[in-house]
């Protein structure tokens, strides 16, 4: 397991990677469009040399990242687009999912698969979860009116979680 | 893009011992809009049914919402006191199987011939 940053905040951290390139998509808010996102983040991890586990890992985490913006921020208004910007340097591969919503409340705790089976827990709301566990660094930053965005790194140096 | 249709096939197999095996075979995409086809299908079944097989090797993309409805049905089936095995996922799948913790109530097997003798 590596050494991870994650957490919700209201302040931007992770904006201004020096000297690299970046690719910028919109999609609509329309579920099935995460996999444009997923699959153009695969492509430039491949082509940066991450292995297939970690390409893996990040597709699973873009794809809930854009789904959460998709349902959650831009609440499936398809008049609404969610942006992801991927950050390239040499070393590692950053992910922002951007929305129009106040970005989320809760915390990205651990599902509960014995309280999802007594009906305790809702057997939805792992996105996050899943995000935080499959990346090397995960945060969320709210930031309304202008949006919100999670953000999500990869370090090529990092053996895959 | 829209999403793919999920598709599910079920077919019964003869088990060495004990009550046969009813084997949901999964294909396409399993996510928010795959209710009808993952829980409808699970609530098709006869309540005789106790052994039940999930084949994701079919499965083109799966995401957590996807994953809350294999969920929905195994609360189903706890109810029920059925058990549940399956195969067929990929090791990246295994590992957020594991992860959120659904190996507790299924085991995840290599491969169907593995899969059906856990049932004895």
Same mark, same amino acid.
């Given at each position: 397991m590596s050494n991870k940053a994650t957490g919700i905040t209201d302040k931007p951290k992770g904006s201004g990677r020096a000297s690299s390139s970046s690719i910028e998509l @919109?999609?609509?808010? @329309?579920?099935g469009y995460e996999k444009v996102a997923m699959n153009t983040a695969a492509s430039v991890a491949r082509l940066m040399g991450f292995s297939d586990e970690r390409v893996d890992d990040l597709k699973t985490a873009v794809a809930e990242a854009c789904i959460n913006a998709m349902e959650h921020g831009n609440k499936l208004d398809e008049g609404l687009s969610v942006g992801v910007i991927l950050s390239m340097d040499a070393n590692s591969l950053e992910v922002k999912v951007t929305d129009n919503g106040d970005g989320p409340k809760s915390k990205t705790d651990a599902p509960d698969i014995d309280k999802k089976m007594l009906g305790e827990e809702e057997a939805r709301g792992m996105g996050m979860f899943l995000i935080q566990a499959l990346v090397d660094e995960a945060e969320w930053v709210s930031s309304p009116p202008e949006g919100s965005y999670a953000r999500m790194v990869i370090h090529l140096s990092n053996p895959a979680v | 893009m829209p999403e793919l249709v999920t598709r599910v096939t079920v077919e019964e197999l003869p088990a060495a011992s004990g009550d046969p095996i009813t084997v949901m075979r999964f294909s396409g995409d399993i996510t928010s809009a795959s209710q009808p086809a993952v829980i409808g299908t699970y609530e098709g079944l006869p309540d005789s049914v106790k052994r039940i097989l999930l084949d994701f090797s079919k499965v083109e993309y799966l995401?957590?919402?996807?994953i809350a409805l294999v969920i929905q049905m195994m609360i189903a089936a706890s109810k029920k006191g059925q058990k549940i095995n399956s195969f067929g996922l990929?090791?990246?799948? %295994? %590992?957020?199987? +594991?992860?959120?913790?659904?190996? %507790?109530? +299924? +085991?995840?097997? $290599?491969? $169907?011939? +593995? #899969?059906?003798? #856990?049932? $004895?």
């Open positions: @919109r999609l609509p808010s @329309r579920l | 995401n957590s919402s996807g990929s090791p990246h799948f %295994k %590992k957020v199987f +594991t992860m959120v913790g659904i190996t %507790k109530y +299924t +085991t995840l097997h $290599e491969d $169907e011939a +593995t #899969a059906c003798a #856990a049932f $004895e």
